[in-house]
């Protein structure tokens, strides 16, 4: 199944974490799985959090947008529900985590590699059941000092092949 997304991405934690000051932005969202067996499906995917981040300095500067990637490897449980038209999913991924300005977005000793989980559901909009749509909730963070935490929530689109 390959599924694309859009919502919005948050950081969390308050003000012990790396990410603090970060703004609220968009996300989005890919991601491929291949199903196991009717119960299990390894993942991978992308999200881009995309914040505008305020400038400070001598000189007011307009903000700039900046980018924040998470790329996942994991597997998800699947719950099927009636007659396997619905599905609830729930899973945990390691996740790799870049940002287009290092310096701005996180503090020079948070780690590269965090952990996720996540749960949604999703629903079948044919009789086929070839394409699915449903949301995605994500939330993601590192075991060190500052922490860096993220949440996403994405309404996804399928398509099963």
């Given at each position: 199944?390959?599924t694309?997304?859009?919502g919005?991405?948050?950081?969390?934690?308050?003000?012990?974490?790396?990410?603090f000051?970060?703004?609220?932005s968009?996300?989005?969202?890919?991601?491929?799985?291949?199903?196991?067996?009717?119960?299990?499906?390894?993942?991978?995917?992308?999200i881009?959090?995309?914040?505008?981040?305020?400038?400070?300095?001598?000189?007011?500067?307009s903000?700039?947008?900046?980018?924040?990637?998470?790329?996942?490897?994991?597997?998800?449980?699947?719950?099927?529900?009636?007659?396997?038209?619905?599905?609830?999913?729930a899973?945990?991924?390691?996740?790799?985590?870049s940002?287009?300005?290092?310096?701005?977005?996180l503090?020079y000793?948070?780690?590269?590699?965090?952990?996720?989980?996540?749960?949604?559901?999703?629903?079948?909009?044919?009789?086929?059941?070839?394409?699915?749509i449903?949301?995605?909730?994500?939330?993601?963070?590192?075991?060190?000092?500052?922490?860096?935490?993220?949440v996403?929530?994405?309404?996804?689109?399928g398509?099963r092949?």
């Amino acid at each position: 199944m390959v599924t694309i997304g859009a919502g919005g991405g948050f950081p969390t934690g308050g003000e012990l974490t790396s990410t603090f000051g970060i703004p609220d932005s968009a996300a989005l969202s890919a991601s491929y799985e291949f199903r196991l067996c009717k119960y299990l499906a390894p993942e991978v995917s992308v999200i881009n959090l995309i914040p505008l981040v305020p400038q400070y300095g001598e000189f007011p500067r307009s903000p700039l947008r900046e980018r924040v990637t998470l790329l996942s490897l994991g597997a998800h449980g699947i719950l099927p529900l009636h007659q396997d038209r619905i599905e609830l999913l729930a899973g945990a991924t390691a996740v790799h985590v870049s940002t287009s300005d290092d310096d701005e977005l996180l503090f020079y000793n948070s780690p590269r590699w965090i952990w996720q989980v996540n749960c949604g559901g999703r629903i079948a909009i044919d009789k086929r059941r070839r394409f699915w749509i449903g949301p995605t909730a994500r939330f993601s963070r590192d075991g060190g000092r500052p922490s860096q935490e993220w949440v996403s929530l994405t309404g996804d689109f399928g398509f099963r092949f």
